[in-house]
Nanobody, 122 residues
């Protein structure tokens, strides 16, 4: 069983930055592949980024070059640094543990956090 708790969301103006954190329970965090997803009102949950236990990263085209996923295994935490934010980035952001390698697929992920709201004003 893994528990995930996201934090760091908030209200920011377009062009601004936020850093999201996802704290995980469990002694084997360093062996997990992790992902970030987001869900805007009325839309399906969509893939944002993933990071393997080895540090290899994957990004959705919509965030490539603006967002950076990273992890600190000593702190059992994965981060999402979001720069050059746009109003269309507004969503609830979730972190999750990956059970396989189909990174963009929601069904690839086992455990989910409760989400943190990010709102970008124009």
């Amino acid at each position: 069983q893994v528990q995930l708790v996201e934090s760091g969301g908030g209200l920011v103006q377009a062009g601004g930055s936020l850093r999201l954190s996802c704290a995980a329970s469990g002694r084997t965090f360093s062996s997990y592949d992790m992902g970030w997803f987001r869900q805007a009102p009325g839309k399906e949950r969509e893939f944002v980024a993933a990071i393997r236990w080895s540090g290899i990263t994957y990004y959705a085209d919509s965030v490539k070059g603006r967002f950076t996923i990273s992890r600190d295994n000593a702190k059992n935490t994965v981060y999402l640094q979001m720069n050059s934010l746009k109003p269309e980035d507004t969503a609830v952001y979730y972190c999750a543990t990956a059970g396989g390698s189909n990174w963009p697929s929601v069904t690839n992920y086992d455990y989910w956090g409760q989400g943190t709201q990010v709102t970008v004003s124009s």
